[in-house]
């Protein structure tokens, strides 16, 4: 009997030493990434929010879609497929029916292209063209102009679908493409799930330039109007958004001590056990 209460004691108060030591420590919170306890490089902070707020101008190793479409665009605008119908049917009752199916389909089909460190991008029949530092209207423009030499009132829209952010922490991580311009940091939260319950809407960073020497680390606080006024919410590709979660440290140290007190606990009472046998 007093071995058996000799024992409990002990392992109560190993329990609560091991708890104090781990609610203590640190060992919880060494998932937390990007540390920080304000804004880094404020000045170029405030020099990249003008740059923001411009259309994007594509950039070396993008990969750009790019449809084109003759007779201006006429497909294009066709909502019911009505002009597809006719065309299709119109084709398959003439003798050419198999090439004008096959040149719609092509109209439909999305072509990738990506652009070369050099800035250069190769399209099919024009060859290689200069495309860095080019809007995507300024862009549309020049191929249009350099397929007219073998269509008639060529129409074309391209897009860069390689731009991304990538949104870390509380939500889990993922990817968010950047489908429009000027995109914002409430947009591409809500594209990755919304403000997650364990995270904190205080201590969300805004990571630019994370590859240079010279991160920029925004911190936003979405909790009150006042914050969301004050913080740059324009997105720019290959950004970091980072949800810093809520850490249980009580609740996750006591999970794990319970299951390292029932391991002693097993082992201690197999010694009691033993030794009363052997006694």
Do not use: H
């Amino acid at each position: 009997m007093f071995q058996s209460r000799k024992l409990q004691c002990i392992t109560k108060a190993s329990f609560c030493a091991l708890l104090i030591w781990l609610s203590s420590c640190n060992v919880y919170r060494q998932n937390i990434m990007f540390r920080t306890e304000g804004d880094v490089n404020a000045d170029l902070l405030r020099a990249s929010v003008a740059e923001v707020g411009r259309n994007y101008k594509i950039q070396p190793n993008d990969i750009l879609s790019i449809r084109i479409y003759t007779n201006k665009g006429e497909v294009l605008v066709d909502p019911n497929n009505f002009l597809r119908r006719e065309l299709t049917q119109g084709a398959g009752r003439s003798s050419g029916g198999s090439s004008g199916n096959q040149q719609i389909g092509q109209q439909q089909e999305r072509q990738d292209y990506t652009v070369l460190p050099n800035g250069e991008v190769k399209v099919p029949m024009i060859g290689f063209v200069q495309v860095q530092g080019y809007t995507l209207n300024q862009a549309d423009s020049m191929f249009q102009s350099r397929f007219e030499t073998y269509y008639r009132d060529t129409y074309v829209y391209s897009q860069v679908v390689s731009r991304r952010v990538v949104v870390l922490g509380a939500t889990g991580g993922s990817v968010i493409p950047l489908t429009n311009e000027n995109m914002n940091l409430i947009e591409v939260l809500a594209l990755a799930g919304g403000m997650p319950e364990n995270g904190k809407a205080q201590n969300i960073r805004l990571i630019r330039n994370i590859a240079s020497d010279k991160p920029i680390v925004q911190v936003v606080d979405l909790t009150t109007i006042g914050g969301l006024q004050k913080a740059n919410l324009r997105i720019q590709p290959n950004d970091v958004v980072y949800v810093e979660p809520v850490r249980r440290v009580f609740n996750e140290s006591l999970r794990d001590v319970l299951t390292v007190l029932g391991a002693v606990t097993n082992v201690l009472t197999s010694y009691v056990v033993i030794r009363n046998l052997v006694n």
